[in-house]
């Protein structure tokens, strides 16, 4: 602990609920955004982009994911990761197979490929589960 948080009051229950209830914590979050967006970008180089960054980047929102889901409702699930294998082979591919392909869209044609895979999956045991029709499962009402 490198400081105490002395002479900052609480004086209602919205300070006592921040994240980041000390104002030195709060600059220090927000210095560390604006050097993250600002500073990051102007200091590396691009292999340091491509082979530590990215990487670093999507298994870091892998893992929240899985912390998400472990923490909060109590269950291990390895197929998190075969849906986020799904996207990543699908935007890859739409990326490298069609010509001038924009990143952002061949992203989002991975997160569209890997729902669809987690629909097939998912839709069979659901459908099971209730006893229903797979046609009759679809309908909306």
Do not use: H
């Amino acid at each position: 602990m490198l400081y105490r948080e002395n002479g900052q009051f609480k004086t209602n229950y919205k300070d006592d609920q921040r994240i980041f209830g000390i104002t030195q914590d709060r600059w220090f979050v927000w210095a560390l955004v604006v050097f993250a967006f600002v500073g990051v970008p102007m200091l590396v180089d691009e292999y340091l982009f491509r082979a530590i960054l990215i990487p670093f980047l999507i298994l870091a929102l892998a893992a929240v994911g899985v912390n998400i889901l472990v923490g909060y409702c109590g269950q291990i699930s390895l197929g998190s990761g075969g849906f986020m294998a799904v996207g990543a082979y699908a935007a890859y591919n739409t990326f490298i197979r069609i010509d001038d392909m924009p990143l952002l869209v061949a992203l989002l044609s991975g997160g569209f490929f890997a729902t669809l895979v987690g629909i097939f999956f998912g839709m069979y045991p659901a459908v099971r589960a209730s006893r229903l029709d797979p046609i009759e499962a679809l309908r909306f009402e």
